[in-house]
């Protein structure tokens, strides 16, 4: 019986810039459905938040649109 994990992400780690992007969607979504989709000025402001987040980023629309292609291009969102 074999104990390596049955997840296609095993291979596929997330980077701290995609996990905090996955985040701050899903918590959207979550807490603010009416204005979901975001746009991408709100989910830059959703990533640098200062509450609720640990570490505080400071991610640039460049940065967040790059990771957010890369995610797609990866299935993730």
């Known amino acids: ?4 994990p049955n997840s296609p992400f095993v291979d596929d ?3 701290a810039v995609d996990a905090r992007i996955l985040g701050s969607l ?3 979504q979550a ?3 009416e204005t979901y ?3 991408l000025n709100a989910l830059v402001l959703a990533c640098n938040q200062k ?3 640990d570490p505080v980023m400071n991610l640039t629309p460049g ?4 990771s957010l292609r890369q995610l797609e291009g990866r299935g993730r969102v």
């Open 51 to 53: 509450t609720s987040r």
């Open 1 to 4: 019986m074999s104990t390596e």
């Open 63 to 66: 940065q967040v649109g790059q």
């Open 13 to 15: 780690p997330l980077s």
């Open 37 to 39: 989709p975001l746009t």
């Open 26 to 28: 899903v918590e959207k």
């Open 31 to 33: 807490t603010t459905p």
